[in-house]
């Protein structure tokens, strides 16, 4: 297996609130692979965004990076701590929108009302690579054409509020590919849309992630989605990562008994007149307080590894 | 079999709608709702389901006529037995039914009141339909508190002091103090993690059990409705295309636009992929 894309270690992220330090991320350790999609699993306050803002370097005050590192290698050989990119570095611009894009949850809010969309797509190309107005419009018009926008050209001059939700999210997930970016980090994307549209989304990602050989995160909460989607899986709880795996490992056979709480609480047919289990039920509060995430052997048997750092006391910390 | 608690008949809602500048203007209508009908028996569930801007706020807004529809009627069978036509009638008349009547609303965060107390969310229904004893509130309050499973200590707290699950437990219960017997339930749990969506299904369905209640309830989230409802309305572009038992529905849906919907939920299940229908072979 080739090196993964990113290596985040013993990843720590504090906020200050007013009633103390809230511990976001605890001793997080992960890896992308490249080429594949990873799938963060987990509910409100998880930590998910937490992580993939961290991988941009955009956690500002009040949060902070209290330790860890997070290791990018581009395909073309660099490699770089993420957390250690001086706030003027090149490399952190590069990095941002070049190498690693992101795709938010509601699209209304991600994209400018008072732009056209023609400009906004542009305005990441423009920003990233020295090309003129042409070459960027041509290419705009090309991406939009890719994401299944009809018309393209003539939409170019349209303003978001013109375009239905599952269009103005097409229209973010072109913004996000025009860089070629390495790693599209995609952030609840779907969860604002209908279960038909968010169904054309799950198919289009799917498509282009193969054309374009990205490696994707995917956070969602939606287990069902990350069925269709990922190939592995990360599932995090109170800002621990708990277990990690293949989606068919983890799906189908969970070590930790809060993913198979998660799984438990689905709704289905199976369900139908009966109560349905919660986390509650299942999970004995000791077994979401261990600082090492369940991983597997190559023979699938269950094993608790120690982090390869000892966690970090912190004396005041909320728990 | 005695009458059903709800009887919608072709219940339509037209908005006015213009295109162009004003002297060029060309008036039209929008038929947002579009003839729907359906009867529900009391202590019974009926989910309706669609897309955005398929009509379902719409149609259950004109059943609790907080939008007054355009034609149609919704006869609903009081708690003294009486069978009243909802769509005709006054503001005054309508003033006592409203306790029978009530609605839980999707997004637990804007639909309290931020500056109220708990006690103060709880006990407006009760003032507003005329309970003037402040003893026998407090007491109607603590009661509703317990049977929707948060502390009393709640009580004196703001809406901020709680989690997503437990605002919406406070929803419930505001809807559920007066005793309502049809409660809308409008995306109700949409809001919610799995796991505390998990648990206010749950809770409404004892509280169905306990109260004798009849839902309304109205979601996109398939797998939520095929669970409590014994009846599913599929709605689309504000008409019913197809109306039955949910599991008959789920097993062996008959419209086009309902396989649409089944097949594009995503099953927790690697090995059975996403096939959305192409909706473009689709003829409505």
Request: hydrophobic share 40%.
């Amino acid at each position: 297996m080739s090196e993964p894309i990113v290596r985040i270690r013993d990843l720590e992220v504090e906020f200050a609130t007013e009633v103390g330090v809230t511990r976001a991320l605890r001793s997080v350790s992960l890896d992308l692979a490249r080429g594949r999609t990873t799938a963060i699993v987990g509910e409100s306050g998880s930590g998910k965004s937490v992580t993939a803002l961290a991988m941009l370097g955009l956690i500002d005050a009040p949060g902070r990076v209290t330790a860890g590192s997070i290791e990018f290698r581009s395909s073309a050989g660099a490699a770089y701590d993420v957390l250690r990119l001086d706030r003027r570095d090149p490399r952190l611009y590069q990095h941002r929108g070049g190498s690693v894009s992101m795709i938010f949850q509601e699209p209304m809010t991600a994209l400018s009302p008072v732009h056209t969309i023609g400009n906004q797509v542009m305005e990441a190309l423009l920003t990233h690579q020295a090309v003129d107005n042409e070459t960027a419009q041509a290419e705009a018009i090309r991406l939009l054409e890719r994401v299944g926008i009809a018309y393209a050209e003539a939409r170019l001059s349209q303003y978001p509020f013109e375009f239905s939700g599952g269009m103005r999210q097409r229209v973010v997930i072109a913004m996000a590919l025009i860089n070629q970016p390495e790693l599209i980090i995609c952030d609840e994307p779907t969860t604002a849309l209908d279960v038909t549209v968010q169904a054309e989304i799950l198919t289009l990602l799917d498509e282009l992630k193969a054309q374009y050989a990205t490696s994707v995160m995917f956070i969602t909460h939606d287990i069902g989605v990350v069925a269709q989607i990922a190939d592995d899986v990360a599932v995090m709880y109170r800002g621990r990562v708990l277990e990690t795996g293949t989606v068919r490992e983890v799906l189908k056979d969970p070590l930790h008994p809060y993913t198979r709480g998660l799984l438990a609480a689905l709704p289905g047919s199976a369900t139908r007149g009966t109560r349905l289990q919660t986390i509650d039920d299942l999970v004995a509060p000791e077994e979401l307080a261990t600082d090492t995430p369940l991983r597997r052997l190559p023979s699938g048997r269950q094993v608790a590894l120690p982090a390869e750092a000892p966690p970090i006391g912190q004396p005041g910390a909320s728990t | 079999m005695s009458e059903p608690l709800l009887t919608v008949r072709a219940l339509t809602k037209r908005y006015a709608t213009s295109a162009g500048r004003w002297a060029s203007r060309e008036r039209s209508e929008f038929t947002a709702v579009d003839g729907v009908s359906f009867t529900l028996d009391a202590g019974r569930t009926l989910g309706i389901v669609g897309e955005s801007g398929s009509g379902k706020t719409t149609l259950v807004r004109m059943i609790l006529r907080a939008i007054d529809p355009s034609s149609g009627h919704a006869i609903y069978r009081t708690a003294a037995g009486e069978q009243l036509d909802l769509t005709t009638l006054t503001e005054r008349e309508l003033q006592p039914l409203r306790r029978e009547l009530q609605m839980i609303f999707q997004d637990p965060f804007s639909s309290l009141n931020p500056r109220m107390t708990v006690q103060s969310i709880l006990e407006e229904p009760l003032i507003v339909h005329g309970e003037r004893d402040a003893n026998a509130r407090l007491s109607a309050v603590q009661a509703m508190l317990d049977l929707v499973a948060l502390p009393r200590s709640s009580l004196t707290r703001f809406p901020h002091a709680f989690s997503g699950g437990q605002r919406q437990r406070i929803s419930i219960a505001r809807a559920l103090i007066l005793r309502p017997r049809l409660v809308v339930c409008d995306e109700s749990v949409s809001a919610l993690d799995v796991s505390v969506q998990a648990q206010v299904i749950n809770l409404l369905g004892d509280l169905q059990q306990e109260l004798g209640l009849t839902y309304l309830f109205v979601a996109h989230d398939l797998a939520v409705v095929r669970h409590i409802c014994d009846e599913v309305l599929v709605l689309y572009r504000g008409r019913v295309v197809e109306q039955g038992p949910t599991e008959t529905l789920f097993n062996s849906p008959q419209h086009d636009y309902t396989r649409l919907l089944l097949s594009a939920i995503p099953e927790p299940d690697p090995d059975r992929p996403l096939r959305p229908l192409d909706r473009a072979t689709l003829n409505f």
